[in-house]
């Protein structure tokens, strides 16, 4: 069974470019979820989908950031534009259930120039 | 709102028991996890401990729950210079959808 898939792996663009990444979770799973780490901190969570609706948003930076996971399978993480700040190691994670762990991919590594 | 500590740092010699230990703030978890991150690489996820249990082994590794104090530990037996890593303590938040806090990260150093 393949695990969470993130991509890119690493991304670097200039402040004020657009990037997207991407997560796919593990087959079946209907729980996904967003966090980051940026620098010196905690991984902090960003949000949660079941299936392709939000159920938590609340730790979402701000309005630059948009999730979104059409037809509840692969999701997407979009940053318009991008500031200095949003630097650091953004991970998605997928449960099958609401009460199950969550498996983590391997990151998305984000660097702003 | 929830909080996770541990400490930043340990060290121990190839073969000895590791313990990482952590603290955390929501009696109303769930699941406590423990993850493992090597370098350059993502999060593994090492084990787990349902809120209702007090221990849980998995081969070399036995993890121990003390709800009163909410304080949770990871014991791993005979460590290899392989352990070396950063393992995060984390706890699945008490509401319906089990939103992970995580601790900073303790980097565990294994001397040959």
């Known amino acids: 069974e393949a695990g969470v898939t993130q991509f890119p792996s690493h991304s670097v663009i200039e402040k004020g470019q657009t990037v997207t990444l991407r997560c796919d979770p593990i087959s079946g799973h209907d729980n996904l979820y967003w966090y980051r780490r940026v620098m010196g901190k905690e991984i902090k969570f960003l949000l949660h989908?079941?299936?392709?609706?939000?159920?938590?948003e609340s730790g979402m930076p701000n309005n630059r950031f948009l999730a979104e996971r059409t037809g509840g399978t692969y999701s997407t993480l979009k940053v318009q534009p991008a500031e200095l700040e949003d630097s650091g190691v953004y991970f998605c994670?997928?449960?099958?259930?609401?009460?199950?762990?969550?498996?983590f991919g391997d990151g998305t590594r984000l660097s702003i120039l | 709102g929830e909080d996770v500590e541990q400490s930043l740092f340990l060290s121990v010699r190839e073969g000895d028991s590791s313990v990482i230990n952590c603290t955390y703030t929501?009696?109303?978890?769930?699941?406590l996890y423990w993850y493992k991150q090597e370098p350059g690489a993502g999060l593994q996820l090492l084990t787990y401990i349902f809120s209702n249990m007090d221990m849980k082994q998995d081969q070399r590794l036995t993890v121990l729950l003390n709800k009163k104090d909410k304080h949770l530990s990871l014991r791993i037996a005979d460590t290899q210079t392989g352990d070396s890593a950063i393992y995060f303590c984390?706890?699945?938040?008490?509401?319906?959808?089990?939103?992970?806090?995580f601790g900073t990260g303790t980097k565990l150093q294994v001397i040959p």
């Open positions: 989908f079941v299936k392709e609706s939000k159920q938590d």
């Open positions: 929501d009696s109303s978890s769930t699941y």
């Open positions: 984390a706890e699945g938040d008490s509401g319906g959808y089990q939103k992970v806090t």
């Open positions: 994670a997928s449960s099958q259930g609401q009460n199950q762990p969550q498996h």
